[in-house]
């Protein structure tokens, strides 16, 4: 079986705020079709490192690179590859929801942006709420959106922070099985979480970050 | 725990010993106090709280205060001077501007009275408030009454100063300046009673669309006085017939404000309290947002309160791929909510006034204060995707290609406006000054670049990092950027307008503004260079250790 390509490659990297040490020399390597969960109590440096994963905090030390090329948040390249769901997304206030998909689906090229706006949008029940403006969602609804958002673009890499928050026992199902589906396509992930369910079934590694308690 | 002990305990702290039947007297009927009595208890658990006295809290702000005073001052003495100065002018301009922008003040103002009132309530209260005292039996009427007067005052104040301001401007007499001002006040004050009686009625409507037809009277206003100016037409008013017709104004508005005063009382008591909640949210956000001088927030603010407002819209299909789509996304949302357009074809009255009035030499300047103000609501794609980072993150572009795409529409816009302003550096109405067709042209585009280059500055403004070291000032620790936000865009009209204000060729101006394009719509704002800079330290800490470790080695294997 030929070796898998490696996605995500993360090398020696470290983050303090003053002189407390979040992480130190963390290295992670993620080849196409893996998941890794990230777990550790609250402040254990999860979401900082996710955040530093995809460039929207820069590391004090280490490098992280995707598929081969530096991590840089401006690259369109690393746009083009990375999808995200952490907690900064926004939303033009004056597009609907259905419109957002649109924009994304067609920002990244798809030949077919319509169908797939609508099987994304039926998938994460938000066809009742296409219309709607992003400031009337409820907080469940709104992360429905940041996760359709993921999944209606291409992608080789997917991080999303804690993707089952504010998500319904129902909402967590489907995710559970819509990772499950992405990583068997080749797809890696790189996900934070505190639901065992959601951690057991689409994780292939799980790394546990902090002291444990 | 023994049974009957407990009994006793809960009989005890309720006050009823006998749980029998027969024995249960009728719980005595609560007495609730009235709201005067209830303000006087929280005012007395505030002082009580209170660390330092009124005389205490002035010494500290002195400071403050004694510039406060000095800039009120100076700006008082500054319209003085200028009445004196214009009052002398007796072109068919001047009076012009004198009879009939004192209206135009008084119709705007009333129209800004509207828009804010309906915007906020114009009564309100904090999410406190609301808990605890809107959902006490305390008459509410009572305890809403301060803030329609609060309200009613702020539109007192500001409709006074905006009615003096300018017909002293416009060199009137201190008649019609008392006059006016007197006028505006009253018209701004029954305003916000009228939105407060709509307020109580659980409507809206008749203040929006009186809103709309006084900003278009504002307007035609102004617009009159560039027709007049430019010799289209004559209005004929003396100076005694405008006063008198001025006076009639504050007579109408005094009745107006009398009788919708009367309902918006009437009505207090019925206004609920999610109305009155949202709007005390929105001046929170507002105040919190202004106190960290981040004006963007502040507009953020406003823009998702109206969103929700709206709540609901068809969806349009988007068209082309890449690039294309975004800017395609951008037209569709000019035309979904095109308010935006309308603000800036007012502008574009502008540099034909400041011809009108003979101040010529201002016009670029001005035009592009005028045109700043009006294209940062043209620029709420550029703001969403620059504000946070996701939305960008999400999108397979560079920041520049994401900055260019996000401006295209816009810019398209403001270069129609150029186009259509050449005629005011043409020369326009009595005594303008006149410049060659190329040169105007010239001017216009640089005025326009100029006021869009400053509202993108202002629309990319992050707000004030805290987390920051400080910087030590006499009023306390500031954190870095935070005066800078008061004069951003600003600083872009002034500088990039300054050389025809020099009366230099206006390739300077446009040179400057290639300049401020490159910086602004480049990868290269403070934040990027910061992180480059950043990159090339840890770069340079990282050669400096590995430098260090081959010396060791270097020194192990000699030893």
Known sequence: MAKRTTVL????????????????????????????????????????????LVGADRPDDGSVEVLGTPMSETSPEIRRNVATVIDDLDFFPDLSVVEHLDLLARAHGLENPDRMVDEVLDEVQLVPQSGQLPGTLSSGQRRRLALATAFVRPRKLLIMDEPEQRLDTEGVSWLSGRLQTERKSGLAIVFASHEPSLVDSVATRVVTLGAPR | MDGAAGDDEFADYTGHHDAGFEGVEEPAQPVIPSAAELKRQINDWRRGRATRNLWEAFSDAYIAVIAALMIGGALVNVVFRAQRVVAQCTSEACLSART??????????????????????????????????????????????????????????????????????TGGSVLAIAVWSSGTALAAMAAVSCAAAQQGGERDRMTQIAGYLFWVLGLAALVTVIGIAAGWFSLGLSADLDAEIGLAVVAVAAVILAVSLVLAVL???????????????????????????????????????????????????????????????????????????????????????????????????????????????????????????????????????????AVTVPAIVVAIWAVLTVPAYLGFGDGAATHPASEAGL????????????????????????????????????????????????????????????????????????????????????????ARQAEQQKELERAKKQRAAAAATERQRKR
């Not at chain 2, 040179?511 to 480049?522: E, T, V």
Request: with cysteine.
């Open chain 2, 443 to 530: 001017m216009a585009i640089a005025t326009a670049a100029a006021g869009l280059l400053a509202a993108i500055r202002w629309t990319q403004a992050k707000g004030p990092d805290f987390s920051a070291p400080m910087i030590s000032t006499p009023s306390g620790a500031f954190p870095p950027g935070l005066m800078s936000n008061v004069f951003r865009g600003f600083d872009v009209c002034l500088i990039a307008t300054a050389p025809m204000l020099l009366g230099f060729s206006p390739m300077w101006s446009l040179a400057i503004c290639a300049i401020a394009a490159l910086i602004l719509l480049n990868s290269m704002d403070a934040e990027s260079l910061r």
């Open chain 2, 100 to 169: 009939v922008l004192p209206w135009a003040a008084f119709a705007l103002a009333v129209a800004l009275a509207l828009a804010v009132s309906r915007l906020f309530g114009p009564v309100l209260a904090s999410a406190a408030e609301g808990f605890w005292l809107l959902d006490t039996p305390v008459r509410r009427a009572r305890l809403l009454g301060p803030r329609l007067v609060a309200a009613l005052v702020v539109a007192l104040v500001v409709g006074a100063l905006v009615g003096a301001a300018v017909t002293a401007l």
């Open chain 2, 267 to 405: 009505r207090l008591g019925r206004i609920r309290r999610v109305r009155l909640v949202s709007g005390g949210a929105l001046v929170k956000g507002i105040s919190g947002a202004f106190f960290a001088l981040d004006f963007g927030l502040a507009r953020d603010i406003v823009v998702a309160r109206r969103a929700v407002a709206v709540g609901q819209v068809t969806p349009r299909r988007g068209h082309g791929l890449g690039r294309q789509a975004l800017v395609w996304r951008e037209w569709q949302r000019l035309r979904r909510f095109p308010q935006p357009l309308f603000v800036l074809a007012a502008t574009l009255i502008v540099p034909y006034a400041c011809d009108a009035l003979g101040m010529s030499t201002l016009t670029p300047v001005v035009a592009a204060l005028a045109l700043f103000g009006a294209s940062i609501q043209l620029l709420g794609g550029l703001r969403v995707l620059t504000r946070t980072g996701g939305l960008a993150r999400c999108l397979p572009f560079s920041l520049a290609q994401l900055k260019i795409s």
């Open chain 1, 9 to 52: 490659k993360v090398t020696g990297l470290k983050r303090a705020f003053g002189k407390n040490t979040i992480f130190d020399r963390f290295n992670l390597e993620v080849r196409a079709g893996e998941a890794i969960a990230l777990t550790g109590r609250n402040g254990a440096g999860k979401s900082t490192l996710l955040r530093c």
